[in-house]
Nanobody, 122 residues
Framework: QVELVESGGDSAQAGGSLRLSCVAF?????MSWFYQAPGKERERIAC???????SYADSVKGRFTISKDKAKNTLYLQMNSLNTEDTAMYYC???????????????????WGQGTEVTVSS
């Protein structure tokens, strides 16, 4: 059993930055951040595999960075150059798959955080 606890969601101005955190209580393999805008499906935006490989959605590539502090068992999402389309609930998730390529869809994830809200205004 793994418990995921997110924090860091806030309001920000377009062009600004935020950092999301997700503390994992339990052993994890690949982990991801998902984004869900109002009325839309949950979408994976960043993943870090067991071996440290990373994968990003085109919408955030070059602006967001996923990282993991193994000593603290904490997943991060550094979000830079925010725009209004980044407004959404953000969820961290843990998969029993080792690699990001095997964990692209929400169904591949066994554990989810409660979500943290990001609002970006122009």
């Amino acid at each position: 059993q793994v418990e995921l606890v997110e924090s860091g969601g806030d309001s920000a101005q377009a062009g600004g930055s935020l950092r999301l955190s997700c503390v994992a209580f339990g052993y994890t393999y690949s982990m991801s951040w998902f984004y869900q805008a109002p009325g839309k499906e949950r979408e994976r935006i960043a993943c870090i595999g067991y071996d440290g490989e990373t994968s990003y959605a085109d919408s955030v590539k070059g602006r967001f960075t996923i990282s993991k502090d193994k000593a603290k068992n904490t997943l991060y999402l550094q979000m830079n150059s925010l725009n209004t389309e980044d407004t959404a609930m953000y969820y961290c998730a843990a998969s029993s798959n080792w690699y990001c390529s095997s964990a692209k869809e929400p169904i591949s994830y066994d554990y989810w955080g409660q979500g943290t809200e990001v609002t970006v205004s122009s």
